[in-house]
């Protein structure tokens, strides 16, 4: 199970690297602007499919991600330190769907650029009140407190 989820953080690796706005509606600009000017517009609000775009300008990502690499086949691969880490080599099925889990996050991300801001502003905002973060705040003093005193 730790195979997927660093071979998922591999894959969200390259994923993350190019950050699209939210698309936002376009406004109404009038009579005044030429059909060049808005269709730039237009464009610059698309998101960007390609997760490879610019994929060599950055060494240092290159060096992060083959070390993660080599660090989780060493952990994973060899029996003398897979005991130090309690792991066991992985069958060729579990490393085949350690790929498809890295894989479906792509498609994921997909799925998410193609919904565009409704999927965004359909979600709830999550905001906490002053009173439930004071009865939070409370109840953690309580509990530092009563460790505070068993440890005299």
Same mark, same amino acid.
């Given at each position: 199970?730790?195979?997927c @989820?660093?071979?998922?953080?591999? #894959?969200n690796?390259?994923?993350?690297?190019?950050?699209d706005?939210?698309?936002?509606p =376009?406004p109404?600009?009038?009579?005044?602007?030429?059909?060049e000017?808005?269709?730039?517009?237009i464009?610059?609000?698309?998101?960007? #499919?390609?997760? #490879? !775009?610019r994929?060599?300008?950055n060494?240092?990502f290159?060096i992060?991600?083959?070390?993660?690499?080599? =660090?989780?086949?060493?952990m =994973?691969?060899? %029996?003398?330190?897979?005991? #130090?880490?309690?792991?066991?080599?992985?069958?060729?099925?579990? !490393?085949m769907?350690a790929?498809g889990?890295g894989?479906?996050?792509?498609?994921?991300? %997909?799925?998410?650029?193609?919904?565009?801001?409704?999927?965004v !502003?359909? %979600?709830?905002?999550?905001?906490e009140d002053?009173?439930a973060?004071?009865?939070?705040?409370?109840?953690?003093?309580r509990? !530092?407190?009563? =460790?505070? @005193?068993?440890?005299?």
């Amino acid at each position: 199970m730790f195979q997927c @989820f660093i071979m998922m953080n591999l #894959f969200n690796m390259v994923n993350c690297r190019v950050l699209d706005p939210i698309p936002q509606p =376009v406004p109404d600009l009038g009579e005044d602007v030429d059909a060049e000017d808005r269709q730039a517009l237009i464009d610059a609000n698309k998101p960007n #499919f390609n997760i #490879f !775009h610019r994929m060599f300008d950055n060494l240092w990502f290159w060096i992060v991600i083959m070390a993660e690499l080599n =660090v989780q086949f060493l952990m =994973v691969g060899y %029996m003398g330190l897979g005991s #130090f880490f309690g792991t066991t080599p992985l069958t060729f099925s579990m !490393h085949m769907t350690a790929l498809g889990l890295g894989i479906g996050s792509w498609l994921v991300c %997909m799925l998410i650029k193609i919904s565009g801001p409704k999927l965004v !502003h359909a %979600m709830p905002d999550v905001n906490e009140d002053t009173e439930a973060l004071e009865r939070a705040r409370a109840f953690s003093s309580r509990a !530092h407190n009563s =460790v505070a @005193f068993a440890n005299m």
